[in-house]
């Protein structure tokens, strides 16, 4: 191919309107898994945490995690949907390693929850409604490691390795209508879609949501219609995107490389294709098979599933209080301005700073260290701000300590720099780096004779009564201290010693 691999977005813009469809993943945090007893923490050593059933042992039967349908429900109530008042589990026949049963129980055309919506507010508080088509229940899959090739894909790999732990986690999938008419601002909405759901998911308590370990996983379908087109063009899916920057990216990537292709003369495949953190590209996948090629028929081994209507309006009533509503709560009680609100918002800050203040810190001071230093943090290494490896606790205590006049701000900016880089909790840091404020009299008093007695002149000036000149000898305890003095103090000591 000579033309371009991708076109320029602006012009993608001006020949093309894009469509979105997003299918989120989410593990539930459930303590067993969806059909059977086996316990579903992360992180477990391999392959122990299976039992006949989730490996799809001959005359093994599966039974039904009631807690898991309730976090459907909820997770449907939350999202606006109806609640289907009796659905069934399905059958998706596929063949794939790390799925022991050769299929995958799951729902087709009896979802458990539909026809919803979800508010989304993009960063300059423009609210955009995504519809949902359906949110339903299914169990994961089986993780494979390729071994041996430079990218831990299979190609390349000389062996794989099997591990069936997560084969059986209960999962749910929530997909969109398609997203029309957002152009320029689709991939951004893609951002702001997933953000908002995991959120909402959070808020309901029903899964860790964490996009780093794979219990909030992005599928982003994205197609290209010729400006004036009636009809979609064909879609990718780009799999399992593990981080909202790279859903934004993804969706972007995916509109400029289409678009050349269809510039080109040529036409999209429906395939699924993997996105490249490094490059910020996507690659071909499978050809995308088409639901006749599942083969999806009802589950026989498990009993429809009808809840009356009691159970539902009970559930309806355990719906916590929406992140929507706890943002307008919280922008009332921190006395927020809309666009400090906002920049809490787009910082991924809101939980963060809550659970700080909750710990013991101020509003104002959370939010500082949050929105300000600790973002630059994450943005300079790349990941969200709640993948930093200081946690809302440590975060207060490091206020504490500056509140208490233990702390002056630089010493604490190096304080979490120190937590930042593994090296313990905030007072460890403390002990370690040596960074306390010099706030033994007898240490300072030392310090200041030393530096009187260096500058002979200007005691002088201070004990005849001009106190500006102090000045100079703060400077010089400040440096003789690296710093770890408070000025204040070391100034008030000052004057007292040229009385
Ligand atoms: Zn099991």
């Not at 993943?25 to 459930?30: K, S």
């Not at 749910?172 to 398609?178: A, D, M, N, S």
């Not at 991924?348 to 943090?377: H, I």
């Not at 200081?390 to 120190?418: F, M, Y």
């Amino acid at each position: 191919m000579t033309a371009a691999t991708v076109l320029d977005y602006d012009e993608v813009l001006e020949r093309f309107d894009p469509v979105l469809g997003l299918e989120v993943h989410v593990e539930l945090n459930t303590h067993t898994k969806m059909f059977c007893g086996c316990p579903t923490a992360f992180g477990a050593e391999p392959n122990t945490q299976v039992c006949p059933t989730c490996l799809g042992l001959p005359g093994s039967l599966p039974v039904v995690n009631r807690v898991a349908v309730e976090s459907a429900m909820r997770i449907g109530l939350a999202l606006n949907c109806e609640i289907a008042p009796w659905c069934r589990f399905a059958r998706k026949n596929y063949f794939y390693p790390d799925m022991p049963k050769n299929f995958q129980t799951s729902q087709y055309d009896e979802p458990i929850a539909f026809n919803g919506s979800l508010d989304v507010t993009l960063e300059d508080g423009t609210v955009v409604t995504v519809a949902i088509e359906r949110a339903h229940m299914e169990e994961d899959t089986g993780k494979s490691l390729h071994v041996g090739g430079a990218t831990g894909r299979i190609h390349g790999a000389d062996h794989s390795l099997l591990d069936y732990n997560r084969a059986g986690v209960p999962l749910i999938e929530i997909v969109t209508k398609p997203i029309e008419g957002m152009g320029e601002r689709a991939p951004e909405v893609a951002r702001a879609y997933v953000s908002t759901l995991r959120d909402l998911l959070a808020a309901l308590d029903v899964s860790d949501v964490r996009m780093d370990q794979g219990s909030l996983r992005c599928d982003a379908n994205v197609s290209l219609m010729a400006k004036g087109a009636t009809e979609f063009g064909t879609r990718t899916e780009t799999k399992n995107v593990n981080s909202l920057r790279s859903v934004e990216r993804a969706v972007r990537y995916e509109m400029t490389r289409q678009a050349a292709i269809l510039v080109d003369g040529g036409s999209i495949l429906q395939e699924t294709r993997h996105f490249q953190e490094a490059t910020g590209t996507t690659a071909a996948g499978r050809r995308k098979e088409t639901s006749e090629d599942y083969r999806y028929f009802p589950e026989p081994d498990l009993v429809p599933i009808a809840p009356p209507a009691e159970w539902v309006e009970q559930l309806r009533a355990t719906l916590p209080e929406m992140p929507s509503q706890r943002r307008k709560r919280i922008q009332a009680d921190w006395q927020l301005t809309d666009l400090e609100l906002r920049d809490l918002v787009n910082a991924g800050a809101v939980d963060l700073v809550a659970a700080t203040v909750e710990a013991g810190a101020s509003p104002a001071e959370a939010r500082a260290w949050w929105v300000s230093y600790l973002s630059q943090e994450a943005n300079a290494r790349g990941i969200e701000l709640a993948a930093l490896s200081i946690t809302p606790t440590q975060v207060a205590r490091v206020s504490a300590l500056v509140a208490e006049g233990k702390l002056t701000n630089k010493l604490a900016r190096e304080v979490i720099d120190g937590v930042l880089a593994g090296e313990g909790e905030p007072d460890e840091v403390v002990e370690k780096r040596d960074l306390a404020v010099v706030s033994d009299d007898s240490a300072l008093y030392a310090a200041i004779d030393e530096a009187l007695a260096a500058q002979p002149d200007v005691a002088e000036k201070i004990r005849g009564g001009k106190v500006a000149a102090a000045g100079a000898i703060v400077g010089a305890v400040m440096k003789a201290t690296k710093g770890q003095a408070d000025a204040k103090r070391v100034r008030e000591l000052i004057l007292e010693r040229c009385e």
